[in-house]
């Protein structure tokens, strides 16, 4: 079985490590052009939105195993076996990125962004020009109550919030959570939102939905998280919403587009925390991928297929 692995965060001794487990023929196509090179004679691939090149040579490549949870741009791609199937890191991402979450909602309340420009400038302002608030008695909605979704809530639990859940597509049975509900929901507690958290793979319902309208009608003290994608929120209603105060502030770890151009007006606003797409990268993630990747590939050779994860093209994860 020959394996192309283009996944560049694997080093030796990962490499080693996959050798062992699964008695593969390793293709290492680290670059562009090795990849190129090896597609054509790929069984599987274990890479991320780097392969998107080569998948179109891929074409005896029959399963494909990518690190992250989103997968729009390989699902886009021209694929050279159609039938391949794609799976994901879906499960990998809950407490690392909602752990990020955590420290964006706390930067908000505490000003800590605020109180790190102080610090380089050698300014000592106790009083900020934002005033400290506690997330005790809150209400966070969640927008995406999946793997990520879910960790945030359990991490909230601690601080006394009411957490509201989200779901593209809510339990059919009825045994859904409490306070769980469909997005087309979503609407009806607006009003109530003190911080809402964004965690939306992208689809193509999910492009451009949180717009003016929504944002207009957050309470005016509301923070917004975005560790989904970018294209959820319009930037220019983006830039709208903070310019005319509809809310308090937003922390991105995904924009529209990435990376975030030179002049966009979000790196300077005071109520604006930005990290570049990074959430996720903690020392926990790449093992946690593995494990995903070694079970999917048991059931591979014993079945022709992988199990866990496997990406819908109709819906998009």
């Known amino acids: 079985m020959r394996l192309l692995v283009t996944w560049k965060d694997l080093n030796d001794e990962d490499l080693q490590r996959i050798v062992e487990e699964t008695q593969a023929t390793i293709l290492k196509g680290f670059t562009e052009d090795e990849a190129l090179e090896f597609a054509p004679d790929a069984d599987v691939i274990l890479g991320g939105s780097a392969t998107v090149p ?29 039938n391949m199937v ?3 890191g879906r499960g990998t991402f809950g407490p690392n990125i909602s752990e990020h979450v955590l420290g964006l909602l706390l930067s908000f309340n505490r000003g800590l962004h605020l109180a790190r420009d102080n610090q380089n400038k050698k300014i000592w302002q106790p009083r900020l020009p ?3 608030r506690e997330l005790t008695g809150s209400t ?50 607006l009003g109530s939102i003190d ?7 992208e689809t193509e319902k999910t492009i451009g939905f949180l717009d003016a309208d929504y944002l207009k009608r957050l309470p005016k003290h509301a923070i917004v998280i975005n560790v989904g994608r970018g294209s959820l929120i319009p930037t ?39 990290t570049p797409h990074n959430s996720g990268y903690t020392r926990f993630m ?14 591979f050779i ?3 297929s992988p199990r866990l994860n496997v990406v819908s093209r109709t819906l998009g994860y």
């Open 54 to 82: 080569i998948l179109a040579r891929a074409v005896n490549c029959r399963w494909m195993q990518a690190p992250f949870a989103g997968v729009e741009s390989i699902l886009a791609a021209q694929w050279g076996n159609p």
């Open 86 to 88: 794609l799976t994901n």
């Open 130 to 132: 934002i005033p400290f």
């Open 236 to 274: 220019g209603d983006l830039i709208q919403a903070l310019e005319r105060q509809w809310i308090a502030g937003v922390g991105l770890d995904v924009t529209s587009p990435e990376p975030l151009p030179e002049d966009s007006p979000l790196w300077s606003m005071p109520n604006v925390i930005i």
């Open 286 to 299: 790449k093992r946690r991928v593995l494990k995903i990747f070694f079970h999917n590939w048991e059931y």
């Open 302 to 304: 014993q079945t022709g």
């Open 195 to 201: 911080y809402l958290v964004c965690a939306l793979p």
């Open 140 to 189: 966070v909605a969640i927008l995406g109550y999946g793997d990520i979704g879910r960790n945030v809530a359990k991490r909230l639990s601690g601080f006394d919030c009411k957490v509201l859940g989200f779901r593209q597509h809510p339990s059919s049975t009825g045994a859904e959570e409490e306070n769980v509900y469909g997005i087309h929901r979503f609407a009806e507690f």
